[in-house]
């Protein structure tokens, strides 16, 4: 496919904000991985591919350096800090494994058809390994521990490294008690963009859906955990610390989505027929697209969304799952609501000081009260609700974010706030009678 | 009230008299107050208090601290000062003094008179006084005897004393622990209503299966019976600390504290007693001198008896007679009686004698032993009681904190939380339970130990 001069400036202009995003956001994080500082000799590989660079919500792309004949890379495996919602007042800070000092690590980006070398050292306390997720290689590089390697016990460095033959979402992850190891944290994205000819989009956001078993009152995710998580993540964030996604009014958006839980997310966009344009299997043939508002991403799956943006607003963008909105909530309480209780709550308070009757009309009051601080919660556990929009509380958590479409966007790229609803564009009220009939 | 040990006992003048009279020669007799005052001064303060609220001494029962409530030390007092218990033991304490100074008296006189009239004469008359000689001579031996087993008795009664004194404190800190443990279960029963209530409440609504709602109600009934029990147990309790007290159980100074102090701490050492502790205890029971001092009376007795077996007992006197024709007759008389049973009898005392020293040697190593035994009993439920009172409680105590967080957080119902709170006050009522015990541990040490409580 042949590129036109106006698409031609368009990537390399996306491409040039997309290094400096890039080089800011390595800046921002100090990072004890000296391999991320070095400097790209080429241009990096989403610009080298003509397209847009990958904007990871909460994330980074991982800085690499060309070297005999190949795109080297340096991920380190261990333990670290994570916060699932930064900057928030409810915190839940746990000890997590990651790569490069955070979860996901980096998001890897290199152009189909291009060798790469991977370096991987382990400083865990226990060996482990990296399965290259969706990519086409030989079996001696698919990294499944004690099948096509040997695990890479704690203190060494392993290199893989091959050829890129398939293009699309991928992701990667430990296939070494991978059980533990992708609960605690151990994933990220792989995009391994086209050698051309492919249509190109002007924001290109990528995911990774995750779930967390973090008990109340702990630091530790827990992997024995089958089903009941209490944390849904898009890039191990929770709403409402995750990164809206930012849009001038007509462009192509790309979201790329893999989904490292153990549930299926029916992902839905808010505003926008989007189009599933390709999956772990690279981009599909455009006779199979058909419009969606809601695409479901199975588990070990990626799902790429497209569309053009050509309405401004917020627009939600979650798992329709609505639990999967929440934070840590109980699933196994009897349930309050229509419980009348607020006289025996006095009686109750005399044996138990503080007790609060809640639930009996709703659970929205929950907010209401922990933004307002009349209630501890346990240790480290964040609210189950939370987030402040301009009409009052959101009643959200977990998977759960915003595409901010405008005409224009701020040139620094920060946040450019809520929009404001033209007048006559906006629901209002018409009666305050309960009985209200329409005449 | 104050109870001479023995001056009453020796008011009769004819028994000064006789006593003066026959301690012509025979020392020792008289010094029984001042022997008996030394005796006393080798008991612990305690015990002297005790043995002295027999001998007249103004009894100086330990002070409590000024308080609504009636503490332990109170209790002991009222105890001491208006409890049957306490008159019966000063009863008893008399009579066997009593009886023991009977013994010891000196020998009497024998007085006879007869006049006898034959059916055709005058009258015959006959006056005859005599002196038992055995009985004066064994007079000092006896009193020496007497001299400790009198000994033996106020020993035993200030150890009957003591147990009196280490029953109350008992009674005082089961009444305490019973009534504390009556209100946790009363508050651990009222929450467990309140959870039955919460579940019709979630019933009403729709929201709460038949069976859960059963279990709430199932679970009050248990806590309401628990409740119910421990309400009886504290008022037998109460009951009987009233008892032991002499009062009535309405008696308004019965007013308990809430809760049993900590019990005292114990150095690490006491773990095993040491030779001078084992000494102190053995220098200190009550019961033990009492039984030594018995053995020793045992043996003054058989000493003596060795001795005067093998005499014929002889009484020496006066006859005087008048006969019918008016002649009138007068001379000394002798009269001996020999037994040969005297030597078996001399043979039983002394082993009467071996048995009460055979007796105190057994319970010298008995106390040896209840000493460490009951230090080591101690140490367990002191142990025990710092893990329930500070350990277990805590946790249980952040538990429900733990829960109240949860159920703010929608992370957890209000019956965990309410069977949280249920269940903190039982532990509670046991942690109260198992205070008790190590004060009724240390109570059994203290005493083994010979230390006043």
């Known amino acids: 496919m042949k590129l036109s001069r106006r698409q031609l400036l368009q990537g390399g202009g996306a491409a040039l904000a997309g290094v400096v995003a890039t080089q800011a956001s390595v800046a921002a994080a100090p990072s004890p991985h000296p391999l991320e500082n070095f400097p790209d000799p080429l241009a990096p590989a989403a610009r080298k591919a003509g397209q847009a660079p990958v904007t990871t919500l909460n994330g980074r792309s991982l800085p690499a350096r060309w070297r005999d004949g190949a795109r080297e890379f340096h991920l380190v495996a261990e333990e670290i800090e994570h916060d699932f919602a930064p900057g928030q007042a409810g915190i839940t800070r746990i000890k997590a494994w990651g790569y490069n000092g955070t979860t996901p690590g980096p998001t890897l980006e290199a152009v189909e058809g291009e060798r790469v070398r991977i370096y991987l050292t382990n400083r865990l306390p226990e060996h482990t390994s990296i399965h290259w997720h969706g990519l086409l290689l030989p079996a001696g590089m698919d990294g499944v521990s004690g099948l096509t390697q040997p695990p890479i016990p704690p203190g060494e460095t392993w290199v893989y490294e091959f050829e890129l033959r398939n293009h699309g979402t991928f992701f990667y992850h430990p296939h070494a008690d991978e059980l533990l190891q992708v609960a605690t944290g151990m994933m990220g994205l792989f995009i391994v963009h086209p050698r051309g000819g492919e249509d190109r989009v002007d924001r290109d956001f990528a995911m990774l859906l995750h779930n967390w078993s973090v008990h109340p009152g702990t630091y530790r995710p827990d992997p024995s955990v089958m089903t009941d998580f209490n944390l849904w993540t898009f890039n191990s964030t929770v709403f409402p610390a995750i990164e809206p996604m930012l849009v001038k009014r007509g462009e192509r958006v790309r979201i790329r989505i893999g989904n490292l839980s153990m549930h299926d997310h029916p992902m839905h966009l808010h505003g926008f027929r989007f189009y599933v344009t390709g999956g772990d299997g690279g981009r599909w043939p455009r006779h199979t697209w058909h419009p969606e508002v809601t695409a479901l991403v199975a588990v070990g799956q990626t799902r790429d969304l497209e569309f053009v943006a050509d309405v401004n607003g917020d627009w939600a963008f979650h798992c329709h799952k609505a639990h999967h909105t929440m934070n840590a909530m109980g699933h196994d309480i009897p349930n309050p609501l229509g419980v009348k209780q607020q006289d025996l709550a006095e009686r109750i308070r005399e044996v138990l000081p503080g007790y609060m009757a809640m639930g009996e009309h709703g659970m929205a009051e929950h907010q209401v009260h922990t933004d307002m601080g009349h209630m501890e919660g346990p240790e480290n556990t964040m609210p189950m609700m939370m987030g402040e929009g301009p009409f009052g509380k959101l009643e959200m958590g977990g998977m759960f974010t915003v595409v901010k479409v405008r005409d224009d966007l701020p040139k620094d790229g920060s946040d450019p706030g809520w929009y404001q609803h033209p007048k006559g564009t906006q629901v209002r009220r018409v009666s305050q009678d309960p009985s209200f009939r329409l005449k | ?453």
């Open chain 2, 1 to 453: 009230m104050k109870f001479p040990l023995y001056a009453k006992r020796r008011t009769p003048v004819a028994w000064l008299a006789l006593t003066l009279l026959g301690s012509l020669g025979l020392a020792g007799c008289a010094s029984v107050a001042p022997r008996e005052l030394a005796v006393r001064a080798q008991l612990p303060a305690q015990a002297v208090w005790a043995a002295s609220a027999w001998g007249g001494a103004t009894p100086t029962a330990p002070e409590g601290p000024a308080d609504d409530t009636l503490t332990a030390d109170t209790a002991v007092r009222m105890a001491f000062t208006s409890s049957p218990h306490a008159r019966s033991l000063r009863a008893a304490f008399l009579a066997e003094v009593s009886a023991i100074d009977a013994a010891a008296a000196p020998g009497g006189l024998h007085f006879s008179w007869a006049r006898l009239r034959p059916a055709d004469g005058l009258a015959k008359l006959a006056l005859a006084l005599s002196v038992p000689l055995e009985e004066w001579l064994t007079l000092p031996g006896r009193q020496r005897q007497a001299y400790w087993s009198r000994a033996a008795a106020a020993q035993r009664a200030a150890f009957a004393t003591l147990q009196l004194e280490r029953h109350v404190r008992e009674a005082w800190a089961t009444a305490v622990a019973a009534q504390r443990r009556a209100a946790l279960l009363a508050r651990a029963a009222e929450t467990a209503e309140l959870s039955a209530e919460l579940a019709t409440r979630y019933r009403d609504a729709g929201n709460l299966p038949p069976h859960d709602w059963n279990e709430q109600q199932q679970g009050a009934a248990v806590a309401l019976t628990a409740a119910a029990e421990a309400g009886v147990a504290a008022a037998e309790s109460r009951t009987a600390l009233a008892n032991l007290l002499g009062v009535p159980s309405t008696d308004p100074r019965l007013v308990l504290p809430q809760a049993l102090p900590s019990p005292p701490a114990m150095e690490s050492a006491d773990n095993a007693p040491d030779a001078a502790a084992l000494t102190a205890a053995l220098s200190h029971r009550l019961d033990l001198l009492a039984a030594r001092s018995e053995a020793m009376a045992q043996q003054v007795h058989a000493r003596s008896r060795s001795v005067w077996s093998r005499v014929p007992a002889v009484a020496a006197g006066v006859e005087r007679e008048r006969e019918t024709d008016g002649t009138r007759l007068t001379g000394p008389s002798i009269d001996a009686t020999w037994s040969p049973a005297g030597s078996a009898e001399a043979r039983g005392v002394a082993a009467q004698a071996e048995l009460a020293d055979a007796n105190a040697a057994t319970l010298a190593v008995e106390v040896a032993n209840e000493v460490r035994l009951r230090a080591l009993a101690y140490r367990r439920a002191l142990d025990l009681d710092g893990l329930l009172g500070t350990h277990l409680t805590q946790l249980q105590a952040a538990s429900v904190t733990a829960a109240q967080q949860q159920q703010a957080f929608m992370l957890a119902g209000p019956f965990d939380l309410l069977e949280k709170r249920r269940v903190m006050d039982e532990l509670f009522a046991n942690a109260e339970q198992q205070r008790l015990v190590a004060w009724l541990a240390w109570y059994a040490w203290q005493q083994a130990s010979g230390v006043a409580l």
